[in-house]
């Protein structure tokens, strides 16, 4: 049977999502809601109800038989569908196979070093990711998941033997404070973590710092301790919380200083992590 996905959009050429020029492929849904997400619009699929329809000053979409479609000839990216809508959904989304996809990416090569799946939550689509993936590697192209981490790797071992590695994003480590930032399970995020630095498939860490909201101090420890010798050759990634893109109560949330996020870069060192970046 044929894979499809909700495809969100595709960035030729990155810089930020992996070592080396990667085309990076954003899925569209989620299964957690983070209070700081940057892009909410790729949360949730369209729900259908039209309301964009009627906003969109270029006439791009139109409901039809009941459903939403978007017409990307007619398109502005004005993004004005994305601002109205009350769902966290965008409308401009295409169905696309793993072989459409790779179409794509392989136009871009000699230009990229490889590909990067994110989301959303692209491990809502683990099967789809896996064909992409093998047809990526069998043209010399490197593999990256991009992941929050809440979906058990342990049922999708078949996608790490063609994945390079994960980005994972770790959220915060005392379940409570994870659940009421994410509305997620943090237990399944250390499992995945632990499974990761065992078969050695992390591209990096991360940890964004939201004032407080989370505890970085504590994440990075739990993290420490979990990856245990295997800590002095991960990277660490720690960003600071910036309010762009995010709606909702964190909105007019402040970012930390400079000194909060050298403190913490200082205490990742001391945690046993040689490389530690601050984004």
């Keep these: 049977m044929e894979l499809f996905a909700p495809v969100n959009k595709i960035i030729p050429f990155s810089l930020v999502d992996g070592p080396g020029s ?7 849904g989620c299964n957690i809601a983070c209070a700081y997400c940057h892009n909410p619009e790729t949360q949730n699929l369209c729900r259908n109800c039209g309301l964009c329809v009627e906003q ?5 979409l139109q409901k039809l038989d009941g459903h939403v479609r978007w017409n990307k000839e007619a398109c502005v990216q004005c993004d004005t569908c994305i601002h109205v809508c009350p769902h966290k959904a965008s409308p401009k989304v295409e169905w696309l196979t793993p072989d459409d996809v790779f179409e794509t990416v392989n136009s871009y090569q000699p230009f990229i070093r ?13 099967d789809w990711m896996r064909e992409l993936f093998s047809r990526c590697r069998a043209a010399g192209l490197g593999t990256l998941i991009d992941s929050n981490g809440c979906v058990d ?12 590695g994960v980005m994972l994003d770790v959220k915060g480590w005392d379940p409570e404070v994870f659940r009421c930032l994410t509305t997620g399970d943090v237990s399944t995020v250390k499992r995945n973590l632990a499974l990761l630095a065992e078969r050695g498939k992390i591209e990096e860490l991360r940890i964004v710092v939201v004032p407080e909201r989370n505890d970085p101090e504590d994440t990075i420890a739990g993290i420490a301790q979990t990856l245990g010798e295997a800590v002095g050759t991960t990277k660490l990634k720690l960003i ?14 402040t970012s930390p200083t400079d000194e909060r996020m050298a403190e913490l870069e200082q205490l990742a060192h001391d945690a046993g992590f040689a490389t530690v970046e601050i984004r």
Excluded: N, Y
């Design 114 to 126: 490889g590909i990067t799946v994110s989301g959303g939550e692209c491990m809502l689509h683990p």
């Design 22 to 28: 990667r085309c990076s492929i954003f899925l569209q």
């Design 56 to 60: 969109c000053p270029a006439g791009a």
């Design 240 to 253: 600071k919380f910036r309010p762009f893109g995010v709606v909702g109560e964190l909105a007019s949330a």
């Design 153 to 164: 790797f342990t049922a999708h071992e078949d996608l790490l033997d063609v994945a390079d």
